[in-house]
């Protein structure tokens, strides 16, 4: 299967310090579903920062889509970030728009038509538990609740790559299943998803997941070798 | 308005309403400036055009000997002599009594009963050629008429119809300077924008949106107020224009009255405050992409 990510000796620098992240190199497979794990403070998010290009990094290489996007003209990222669906850690509502109209915000950029985007925006609102909160607006809504807006947001589009960085830190282990269960069914649809969480109860609960765990700005085994459970099969996939 | 461009739909992206901020204010103040100095100027240019058209085509012959014969045998000899001159379109002679009508408040009834040796007095039109040959009417007039002296109204015209139109290009130079400190006012309300809106515009940046979207969303906004703040500041300045033109009126005075807006000037004036728009949208569209350019 052919590789949606690649990272080649990818390192990231901020300011004049130390790497945060220093040699990463692997392939990530398309329509696979990866969980990154790692300590507070590891360098997950810088990682999935540069993987939805908010990020370039300080040396190497990152394909994407098979193109390589560290040289990418700026005009072109809008493209490329179109197909990509994001969860912030921080949510990163805009707070004077609606829950409706937070989630329809991809479908506007995209120029979808008004008349078409108010049935899959109910649908979305419906599946995350939020189809009476519909007209709320995001500081209104609790810590979970915007949570749950801001992955609906992210899968509106239906993405090629989805990209969350900790989806599931402010519900309750319930929602978080539920969660999770939305993920793996857009994932079943082809959906490349890649979670980011410091939860290894999550691991657990997708059975096809791969395992990446950073340490220290290092990635430790990128093809799969701490999945969780180990699989007797595992890093036969998505290995260059 | 499609010119401002942006759809019901992006619309919904930025909080509806004004920009807030001091903007419109000192665009509204700058127009009622703009506006004052525009209509000044234009008032200015076409007195000097009416003016400067008039310059030279009218001098006046006097005849001053104390003789009252002698005086207007020189008056028909000279009147005469003009007439047939080229270039020459009208010859009057200013009649006694008229004279006496335009004497009258100074001297009083009293003054001019005594037998005042007034001189004679010929109005002279001239074509533009006879503009252009008034050196030889002057020569011709000295053999004809060797008491004659001739009086060239642009001698004291042209120095009034210069002033005139260095004030109507010290009223452009404001006019320019207006328009550049209008355009300096958008750019730091496209620029407190961006502030304000920097986490919505970064979100919507990540979710694909172009630079062309983004900057619509304000384009429009402050292009707006621009019109709002541009329209409020020329119903001030049209006032003060219409007041200062009834006063003048009063005056009545021909030279004050030759300053009036031609009908031109006032359709230049209603079209400031969509220029002001359309400047607004412009210079708010390039602060914005700039300023997006900087970013990933
Ligand atoms: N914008 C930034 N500027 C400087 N340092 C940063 C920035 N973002 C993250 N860091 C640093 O990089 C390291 C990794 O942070 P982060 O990627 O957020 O880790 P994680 O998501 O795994 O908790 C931390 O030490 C953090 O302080
Ligand atoms: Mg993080």
Redesign the pocket.
């Given at each position: 299967m052919a590789g949606i990510v690649q990272f080649e000796n990818v390192g990231l620098r901020?300011?004049t310090g130390a790497e945060?992240l220093s040699d990463l190199s692997f392939s990530l497979a398309q329509g696979g579903f990866y969980f990154l794990t790692?300590p507070?403070?590891?360098?997950?998010?810088?990682l999935l920062k540069m993987l939805y290009l908010a990020q370039r990094p300080s040396r190497g290489s990152i394909r994407l889509f098979g193109e390589d996007v560290v040289q990418l003209r700026r005009t072109r990222l809008p493209g490329f970030r179109r197909r990509i669906g994001m969860v912030f850690q921080d949510f990163r509502l805009i707070p004077h728009l609606s829950a409706f109209d937070n989630i329809a915000l991809p479908l506007r950029i995209a120029g979808v038509d008004e008349r078409d985007l108010v049935t899959p925006v109910r649908e979305m609102l419906a599946w995350v538990g939020l189809a009476d909160r519909a007209s709320a607006r995001p500081p209104t809504l609790s810590g979970g609740e915007q949570q749950r807006v801001a992955i609906a947001r992210a899968v509106i589009g239906r993405p090629e790559m989805l990209v969350a960085d900790e989806p599931t830190g402010n519900v309750d282990p319930e929602m978080a299943a539920r969660l999770l269960h939305l993920f793996d069914a857009l994932n079943t649809l082809g959906t490349t998803i890649i979670v980011?969480t410091h939860d290894i109860h999550l691991l657990s609960r997708v059975a096809s997941a791969n395992v990446m765990r950073?340490d220290r700005g290092q990635l430790q085994d990128p093809t799969g070798a701490l999945r969780y459970p180990p699989r007797p099969d595992f890093g036969q996939e998505a290995r260059p | 308005m499609m010119m401002f461009g942006a759809s019901k739909a992006d619309r919904r992206l930025l909080p509806e309403g004004r920009l807030a901020g001091p903007m419109p204010w000192v665009i509204a103040i700058m127009m009622f400036l703009t506006a004052l100095a525009a209509a000044g100027g234009l008032a200015m240019e076409s007195a000097a055009a009416r003016l400067g058209a008039d310059l030279g085509r009218q001098v006046t012959v006097q005849i001053v000997l104390a003789d009252p014969a002698k005086r207007d045998q020189e008056a028909d000899a000279a009147r005469q002599l003009l007439a047939r001159q080229q270039g020459v379109t009208e010859v009057r002679r200013i009649g006694n009594d008229e004279m006496q009508a335009l004497l009258r408040p100074w001297l009083g009834d009293a003054g001019l009963e005594r037998d005042l040796p007034l001189p004679a007095m010929i109005d002279v039109s001239l074509s533009r050629a006879g503009r252009d040959r008034l050196g030889a009417i002057t020569n011709a007039l000295r053999t004809a008429a060797p008491h004659a002296r001739l009086d060239d109204h642009a001698s004291w015209l042209a120095p009034l119809v210069s002033l005139i139109r260095a004030l109507g290009l010290l009223a452009g130079g404001i006019v320019a300077l207006m328009v550049g400190a209008t355009a300096a006012a958008v750019v730091l309300a496209a620029r407190t924008a961006l502030n304000t809106h920097r986490q919505t515009i970064d979100v919507m940046h990540l979710m694909g949106a172009t630079d062309v979207q983004i900057a619509r969303l304000f384009q429009r906004r402050i292009a707006l107020d621009a019109l709002f703040g541009g329209v409020l500041g020329l119903v001030g300045a049209v006032g003060v224009i219409l007041l200062l033109g009834e006063r003048m009126r009063e005056i009545g005075s021909e030279l004050v009255g030759s300053i009036a807006l031609p009908w031109t000037a006032w359709i230049v004036l209603l079209a400031l405050p969509l220029l002001a728009g359309v400047l607004a949208l412009t210079v708010a569209r390039i602060t914005v992409q700039r300023a997006l350019g900087r970013t990933l």
């Open positions: 901020y300011g945060t790692g507070s403070g590891a360098g997950k998010t810088s980011a950073l | -």
